[in-house]
């Protein structure tokens, strides 16, 4: 079956320091990824659209600056938090897509992070 | 803008219970709607895919219903095991891989 990769699943990291989520999907080709943000008890918010080799599309009220999307190839999109801020701590999810129309979401098992 | 809800937040049940988990969106014009097994701390498992065209969905102990009209959607799990116990999200797609808008999900306890 598909499997999407991220990496690391936990991270730790001081105020103002930047740190980078990669999302792999091992088996098959995504043209396109999604991030997604979870806060407890709370629905998915889905952060920005990654399309390999353009830009991101972010979502309303999501800072592009802050949350620097790259899909370099098809097969692997990061996500890097900027200057990151206790505020930032969460938990956030990729997910890719394989082909078009109506496939599955197949999503990585998250990356908790923590902003001290 | 499409709102889905999912009522309770919780339940717990005895094994081996049949059981119903809730799904209502505001919008009916979707492209499909989708469940997701999440475990603590982990990402979400695709459990069952419904298209705007089809009425429900099954596999193995799991079947998904699709009402459009109404916007309702039903995940059944028959004979509930523990290791069932996960949150449970509902998702709706409004166009082709277009953003899926999730509910809150439903945090399912089994009891041995």
């Known amino acids: 079956g598909a499997v999407v990769s991220q990496h690391p699943s936990r991270v730790i990291c001081k105020s103002g320091t930047s740190v980078k989520i990669e999302c792999r999907s091992l088996?098959?080709?995504?043209?396109?990824m999604f991030w997604y943000r979870q806060f407890p008890k709370k629905s998915l918010m889905l952060m920005a659209t990654?399309?390999?080799?353009?830009?991101?599309?972010?979502e309303q009220g999501v800072e592009k600056d802050k949350f620097l999307i790259n899909h370099a190839s098809l097969t692997l999109s990061t996500l890097t938090v900027t200057s990151a801020h206790p505020e930032d701590s969460s938990f956030y999810i990729c997910?890719?897509?394989?082909?078009?129309?109506?496939?599955?979401?197949?999503f990585g098992n998250g990356t908790r992070l923590t902003v001290t | 803008k499409q709102e889905v809800t999912q009522i309770p937040a919780a339940l717990s049940v005895p094994e081996g219970e049949n059981l119903v988990l809730n799904c209502s969106f505001t919008?009916?014009?979707?492209?499909?709607l989708q469940w997701f097994r999440q475990d603590p701390g982990k990402g979400l498992t695709s459990l069952l895919l419904?298209?705007?065209?089809?009425r429900e969905q099954t596999s193995g102990r799991l079947n998904a219903s699709l009402d459009k009209s109404s916007g309702r959607s039903t995940l059944y799990i028959a004979a509930s095991q523990p290791g069932d116990s996960a949150t449970y999200l509902c998702?709706?797609?409004?166009?082709?891989?277009?953003?899926?808008?999730f509910g809150k999900g439903i945090t399912l306890s089994v009891r041995p």
């Open positions: 997910s890719a897509v394989r082909g078009a129309g109506n496939s599955p979401l197949h």
């Open positions: 088996d098959f080709q995504a043209t396109t």
């Open positions: 990654s399309n390999e080799g353009s830009k991101a599309t972010y």
């Open positions: 919008d009916s014009a979707i492209y499909n």
């Open positions: 419904i298209q705007s065209s089809q």
């Open positions: 998702a709706v797609m409004g166009g082709a891989n277009s953003k899926l808008t």
